[in-house]
């Protein structure tokens, strides 16, 4: 069975620190990994994914994700964060299973202090 | 935009009711999934469905049952609410049946449900 570790429950941050949450999947085969975010009050969005190819991803606000397939990682990365990103982050795993079925992490949240 | 709508944004209901969470996806999107939110547990996935009438059951799918009879529309029944089953509930719609899909997917804002 797919899982996905987040080890980071809470991470607090001063405004332009650097951040990195780590999320390691367990899964032998081709995955598709994602970031989403949940801003308080408000919906999952998706942050970044990967499918295949090059292995640092960019996404949305200058976040970007490094994919270390010997590492079974998928680190969410951001060099200065804001106050606005205050926020839970959830790491999640498609395996090729058959279907589509994202196993997402226990999520971390984040909290930057302005 | 893809949207996903879930009808209530928050819901109380007594141990026992019978309890719908309906959400309706407006993109012809083929599969529709339920996860629980609990603090600390992350999302965990009850039901999903990849087409009308089909239905599969996800990590934790006892004490409740799913009804997908149009493909916009995927409901999330508790035959007999228990307070354990006190959680935000989101909907979620993608697209496509193949393997690789592109484009993860569009949550709904979900429903938070209490049962006393």
């Known amino acids: 069975a797919q899982s996905v570790s987040q080890h980071n429950h809470h991470v607090i941050l001063s405004e332009a620190a650097s951040l990195e949450l780590g999320c390691n999947y367990s899964?032998?085969?081709?995955?598709?990994l994602f970031w989403y975010v949940q801003y308080p009050g408000q919906h999952l969005q998706l942050l970044l994914k990967?499918?295949?190819?090059?292995?640092l991803v960019k996404g949305i606000k200058g976040f970007e994700a490094e994919f270390i397939k010997s590492k079974f990682s998928f680190n969410l990365r951001k060099p200065s964060v804001q106050w606005s990103d205050t926020a839970e982050y959830f790491c999640?795993?498609?395996?090729?299973?058959?279907?589509?079925?994202?196993?997402f992490g226990t999520g971390t949240r984040l909290l930057v202090s302005p | 935009d893809v949207k996903v709508t879930q009808s209530s944004r928050y819901l109380v209901k007594r141990t026992g009711e019978k309890v719908f969470l309906e959400c309706v996806q407006d993109?012809?999107?083929?599969?529709m999934f339920w996860y629980r939110q609990d603090p600390g547990l992350g999302l965990r996935l009850i039901y999903f469905?990849?087409?009308?009438?089909?239905?599969e059951k996800g990590d934790i799918p006892e004490g409740y049952s799913v009804s997908r009879e149009k493909k916009e529309r995927f409901s999330l029944i508790l035959e007999s609410a228990s307070t354990n089953q006190t959680s935000m509930y989101l909907c979620?719609?993608?697209?496509?049946?193949?393997?690789?899909?592109?484009?993860?997917?569009?949550f709904g804002s979900g429903t938070r449900l209490t049962v006393v």
């Open positions: 999640a795993v498609n395996g090729y299973t058959g279907f589509q079925k994202l196993v």
């Open positions: 993109m012809d999107h083929e599969n």
């Open positions: 899964y032998g085969g081709t995955v598709n």
């Open positions: 469905s990849y087409d009308v009438k089909m239905k």
């Open positions: 979620a719609s993608s697209l496509g049946t193949r393997m690789v899909f592109d484009y993860g997917y569009t």
């Open positions: 990967y499918f295949s190819g090059d292995p």
